[in-house]
């Protein structure tokens, strides 16, 4: 399985004419590129393996994911020897560019899908280690054995914008957007979900059962809606319900109603008061208290 990365520590470990650094760069270092999670994974397991061996290097990433980061526009060509492209499609204007900016560099492609061998972007590398569309046999991807971080907790957001009914009290616009804004801070893994149910859309759950099982897998839910509380606590997942209507209402009720202490009122939506209630649903005295209520709400099946 760590063939293809032998083979190319092997590669950028051989002699070459000139001095300086490796660029790292992948479809995730252009400015319009995409970055996936197996990009960044391969990236990953390529900037291990460059530490290990004690090669110097840098990685560009798009301005547009990591703009802290450094750019593809701001790499100088002058300080590096090499440059490794890793992940994705070797093919396309944007690649074949790559081989004119830096003409001067050894170019290595490392794990990546060749859909025309003939395409500049191939045969502008001087060795290209596919992961697939060559005459060789398909190599595992790099982003199998890329090393991991702790996995982040899954939170499900299930959200509410009509409910017209309650007039100039409703603040659903503003609680929604503050929380959307929050949550995207979090490390987290974030699935948005509905209440609603249909039978004509595939992103929404079209029974009951389909919701439970989904807030079931949930570390946490998120939600402004009074079922995305009482179903969530059902399924035994703790809830960090905020209830949009300015002076409390159905939400708040069910809150009292079900004795759950993590119900945000919409005037009191703010980071730090978020941040407290996240922390004690995620912690073991959350996870045990929604243990209870789903012991007292009962698993009641026909």
Not at 113 to 127: K, Q
Not at 210 to 215: K, R
Not at 274 to 285: M, N
């Amino acid at each position: 399985m760590h063939g293809m990365l032998e083979r190319a520590m092997a590669e950028l470990g051989r002699p070459h004419g000139g001095a300086g650094r490796i660029l790292l760069t992948g479809w995730f270092s252009f400015r319009d590129g995409e970055v996936t999670a197996g990009d960044a994974l391969a990236a990953r397991q390529l900037t291990a393996a460059l530490d290990r061996s004690g090669l110097a290097h840098d990685t560009a990433w798009s301005p547009g994911f990591a703009p802290g980061e450094m750019s593809l526009e701001r790499a100088d060509p002058t300080r590096y020897a090499q440059l490794l492209f890793v992940c994705g499609p070797a093919h396309g204007a944007q690649v074949a560019r790559l081989h004119e900016r830096f003409a001067h560099c050894r170019r290595l492609a490392v794990g990546v899908s060749v859909v025309d061998p003939a395409d500049p972007a191939v045969t502008g590398f001087h060795r290209v280690l596919a992961r697939d569309g060559t005459a060789e046999p398909p190599c595992v991807d790099l982003s199998a054995t890329a090393p991991l971080g702790s996995g982040p907790p899954l939170a499900v957001v299930v959200l509410t914008r009509g409910q017209g009914e309650y007039g100039v009290r409703r603040c659903h616009a503003e609680v929604s957007e503050s929380l959307t804004r929050w949550v995207h801070g979090k490390d987290c893994a974030r699935a948005e979900a509905d209440t609603r149910l249909a039978v004509d859309d595939w992103r929404r759950c079209a029974t009951p059962e389909q919701f439970l099982s989904l807030v079931a897998r949930a570390d946490v839910v998120l939600t402004t809606r009074l079922h995305g509380l009482v179903l969530s606590l059902r399924a035994g997942t703790p809830v960090l319900a905020v209830d949009p209507v300015r002076g409390g209402a159905k939400v708040s009720a069910q809150g009292r109603a079900l004795r759950w202490p993590a119900v945000v009122a919409a005037e009191g939506v703010a980071p730090d008061t978020l941040d407290r209630w996240w922390d004690w649903c995620l912690s073991g005295a959350g996870r045990s208290a929604a243990a209870r209520r789903a012991r007292l709400m009962g698993n009641h099946t026909a």
